[in-house]
């Protein structure tokens, strides 16, 4: 009898780990932006090729709008092949993917444009006045806008693949108008 | 390419650590020396192998090679040059090679010195090091690799987080990591004996100078990261209880109570169950603490970014408590102790209650660190305990080990006569009621500090006593009083190095005490030229100035402090970091025997005319630091290799 | 084997003392995790929070005189107004998160004894070197105290 009890010593240690691996099931609670369910500010810009950049053009389709900058490392550097690669999967879907760059050199952004390969359309904040209607506080920020122009949606930090499909694809199943 | 050469030394250096490893483990099995002799060699090649991933990383540091992704994120075109260096180590991947380096180094001064001589136990302590280097290896090439690329290569980095730019930077992260990798080798012999059966006391005198190298690394960093907090975070603390704390401090607690029971299994050879555990607890609560510090679990100013390192850490952790603690029951019977427990009153009863009051402050920081974890999981609430329920429960707990402090080095072995008593503790506790007794009549009201003048005072005169008294018998076989003295110290290392050490604890304490009881702050604003007061100082607002250095620029307040006389100039200010959300205070101090001023820069007006500072006084707060340097000359004695062994 | 029994009598003792002790301390200092929206469905005057939410812009006043700083906190749901005597840590702003600690109060507002900025590891602001705003701050300390 005494020599089996001793086996339970090894199992004392179970319930530390246990309550440690419940931590990973914790998440930290997101902080929500008073922005979100507001309408999304509008702009007309150029792009880096000259094209004109009007947000009011896309109305009716679920817009994607990502605050970047060529010096802003390592997150903006993540996000970038995550961006190209679903705006090419979700174009022909109704969706735009805009790139605004803030605060940079324009040689910078297309040096960065070209390292990427980005072909969404990217214009260069240069007065400031659109980082500053869409409370841009940091680099990368990224607002979903759904198809009626609502924000519905602000990440802050790199965006994942994750993350926009899963905002992309509840926002597209909503009807266009109310 | 360089991030291509450190990724495939890492991989290798990963796949001879675990060659080595199993080799040692069949060459003890087998008995065959060949594969312990191949398990050396491996791991020689996997100590010159992480040298060199770490002296490339820090070429691609010095360089700004920002190809390299670790590279990028740590450092940028305006870093200073030694912070380029010590940067290396800055975030959690650096801190993972630093890691594996010194556990690849305590290997291979392992082999250097128990190869021969530690027979049966030398190969499975050496298996158990290279399992354990190489599960860092592991995560180094699977978590959290330092040699990732970058592409396309920025023109410019992110940079070091400006709070690292310190002194602190430099060796706090080395000693405090000296300390942990050195209490894997303890771990390792007590895992060798558990594994050959030879549970006596060899794997004990086999450790005991890594565990006291080990615990004084480890009180070396802590007693540094408190200075580093309190001269940078600008907010006059030394010391918060934040779980990353807490995680460098109960290993410390329970390596701290297996020095002392080490020497009652060496007189007595009772306490063989209790030391095994207690060297399992202490590496598995430093694995708790790597774990804590990187797995986002348990929020913390300090913690580095979580990922899938965490999960890594708890398994390696789960393996080690449930291989450690099956091994202590398979040998359960050869554990049972010989000796007995003679009497309460007695030296081994002393160390053992040191024992448990360390182990119940041990536990008693460890629940209140996963106390969110523990409330989240029983009732779905979030509570956390703050400072108050650490400091409520531990001050008594340290109280009473600084009172055994006194005790237990004087008191007798077995059975203590009220003869032996009386003796030893009349003088130091009557001067200990003495003390206390003053400390009232000068006006001291605190219960607190007059508990702590009573202790330590108590504890001063043991030591006193004791000395006093073998240097007297010196004197009376006719040696003279200088040669006396230093030969004491030096034939009776181990012991005269312990009462330094204990002697560095009650200057520790008293500074605590101190900087708790009496300690004043305010918080005003001022226009420029007006005056504030403190605790008999006044401190003028001279102006603002700023400053442009290489990675940022400053905004300097200036204060003329006096006390009736001048005293001088404080300058603290506020760094802007253009990569930073936020710019960075940076705190001045004049340090003082007595009391320290203490001035951070908080708001200030555009235009230079106003400013809101933050003053402290701040009392005794360098007793901690000076006893920490009596606590390091301590520690320096007690390691010296003993000329003439007393029993 | 009384004295045996002895030891573990004395040791179940400390046992229990430890335990009453951390009992004690725990529910003395327990401070509780809420968001706005928590705190505003049923505040509790005199109980220790921990609130985390995020700076409403436009709601931050500061009194440098008299060290009074108030703001409001929100969670996109709910808002709860603070107050905190003394400057707020070098992260604190509008538009940003902070983790306050304090108590609620029976005047009906958060007076927070504690301020903790969050930062964020992935994030970097648009401060360049050559950004206007540094420019200006630069200039106008230079032209002062030479």
Known sequence: MKRLWRWLIPLAAVPVLALLAYG??????????????????????????????????????????????????PACYEEAPVL???????????????????QDKREAALKFVGDFGLTFPVAQDLKGTVSVDYGVYGVPETFFVDRRGQIRLKHVGAVTDEVFKATVDRLLAEPASP | MTADLGYGMTIVALGLALYGGVSAGVGARTGR???????????????????SCFALLTYAFLTFDFSVRYVATNTNLGTPFYYRITGVWGALEGSIILWSWMLALYTVILIVRHRVGARELYPWALATMLGILAFFLLVMTVAAPPFQRQVPVPADGRGLNPLLEDTGMITHPVALYLGF????????FAMAALITGRVGDTWLVLTRRWTIVAWYFLSLGLLIGGWWSYHVLGWGGYWAWDPVENAAFMPWLTATAFLHSVMIQERRRMLRLWNISLVILTFGLTLFGTFLTRSGVIASVHAFTQGSIG??????????????????????????????LDSVLSRESAFLLNNVLLVAAAFTVFFGTVFPLL??????????????????????????????????????????????????????????????????????????????????????VTIAVDFTRATRARLRVGESLLPAMGGLLVRHNRRYGGFVVHLGILIVALGVMGSHAWSVQTETTLHRGETAELA????????????????????????TVSNGRVLGVLQPAKKFYPQEQAPIAYVDYRLGLREDIYLVLGDFARDGSQATIKLQVNRLVSWIWIGGVVLTLGALLAILPERHKSA | MTRQRKFIAGGVVI??????????????????????????????????????????????????????????????????????????????????????????????????????????????????KSEAGYRELLKTLRGEGR
């Open chain 3, 15 to 128: 046992a229990l003392a430890l335990a009453y002790m951390i009992y004690a301390g725990v529910t003395q200092s327990a401070v509780y995790f809420v968001t706005p929206a928590e705190l505003r469905a049923a505040p509790v005057p005199g109980k220790a929070y921990r609130l985390g939410g995020m700076v409403v812009p436009g709601s931050l006043k500061w009194e440098a005189r008299s060290l009074d700083l108030s703001f409001s906190l929100s969670d996109g749901t709910a808002t709860v107004p603070v107050r905190h005597k003394g400057t707020p840590p070098d992260l604190f702003g509008e538009g940003r998160g902070a983790v306050l600690e304090g108590s609620w109060t029976a005047e009906g507002y958060f007076k927070a004894n504690l301020i903790m900025a969050k930062h964020s590891e992935e994030y970097k602001a648009p401060h360049d």
């Open chain 2, 375 to 460: 409330s989240e999981a029983a009732r779905g609430v979030k509570v956390s305990v703050g400072a108050p329920f650490f400091n409520q429960i531990n001050v008594p707990l340290f109280l009473s080990l600084v009172f055994l402090m006194g005790v237990g080095p004087l008191i007798a072995w077995r059975r203590a006569s009220l003869d032996n008593l009386k003796r030893n503790f009349l003088w130091p506790v009557a001067l200990g009621i003495l003390a206390a007794a003053l400390a009232f009549a000068l006006g001291v009201r605190s219960l607190l500090a007059a508990l702590t003048f009573a202790t330590t005072v108590f504890v001063a």
């Open chain 2, 181 to 188: 990798t050195g209490l894997t080798v303890p771990f390792a």
């Open chain 2, 311 to 340: 999960i890594l850490f708890l398994s390696f952790l789960a393996l080690v408590l449930l291989t450690a603690l099956g091994l202590v029951a398979w040998r359960w019977e050869a554990l049972r102790s010989e000796g007995e």
């Open chain 1, 84 to 102: 190209e690669r679903n705006w090419r999967g979700y174009r022909e879907r109704g969706v735009v993917v805009v790139g605004v760059d803030i």
């Open chain 2, 536 to 559: 008999g100082y006044r401190f003028r607002f001279d102006g603002l100035t700023a400053v442009e250095e290489s990675n940022h620029f400053k905004v300097v307040g200036t204060f």
């Open chain 1, 24 to 73: 990973f099931r914790v998440s930290p609670r997101d902080i929500p932006s008073p922005l979100v369910g507001r309408p999304a500010p509008g702009f007309a810009l150029a792009t880096l090729e000259g094209a004109p950049l009007d947000l009011a053009v896309h109305g009716g389709k679920v817009v994607v709008v990502n605050f970047w900058a060529s010096w802003c490392y």
């Open chain 2, 33 to 51: 020396l060949a594969l312990i002799e191949s398990a050396q060699h491996a791991a020689l090649g996997v100590f010159v192998l992480v040298t």
